[in-house]
């Protein structure tokens, strides 16, 4: 059984940070990608960022330069620093991977969302 955990989300102000972080646990027999998607009111879960088991990350156009994505492939963990943060990244904020289960094939897996709401 595979479980993925996040945490750091809240209200902030605009212009200010949040760092989002997703604990990946279970029988896990290899990692690929990692990302994080959101959800906002009304509308499409859509792609923020992802990060290859190599390192190489993906931004959606309007948060680069405000997001970074990263991981630590011992610990199976994926973190999103978010600065400069605006009223339309508010949303649920997903975590991603797509894993192999020990003795299983590769599938994605999802977090339970962790809600980051933008707003004086």
């Known amino acids: 059984q595979v479980r993925l955990v996040e945490s750091g989300g809240g209200l902030v102000q605009p212009g200010g940070s949040l760092r989002l972080s997703c604990a990946v646990s279970?029988?896990?027999?290899?990692?690929?990608?990692m990302g994080w998607y959101r959800q906002a009111p009304g509308k499409e879960r859509e792609l923020v960022a992802t990060?290859?088991?190599?390192?190489?990350?993906y931004y959606e156009d309007s948060v680069k330069g405000r997001f970074t994505i990263s991981r630590d492939n011992a610990k199976n963990t994926v973190s999103l620093q978010m600065n400069s943060l605006r009223p339309e990244d508010t949303a649920v904020y997903y975590c991603?991977?797509?894993?192999?289960?020990?003795?299983?094939?590769?599938?994605?897996?999802w977090g339970q969302g962790t809600q980051v709401t933008v707003s004086l």
């Open positions: 990060i290859s088991s190599g390192g190489t990350a």
């Open positions: 991603n991977a797509f894993l192999r289960v020990v003795a299983g094939a590769w599938n994605y897996y």
């Open positions: 279970g029988s896990i027999f290899s990692i690929n990608a």
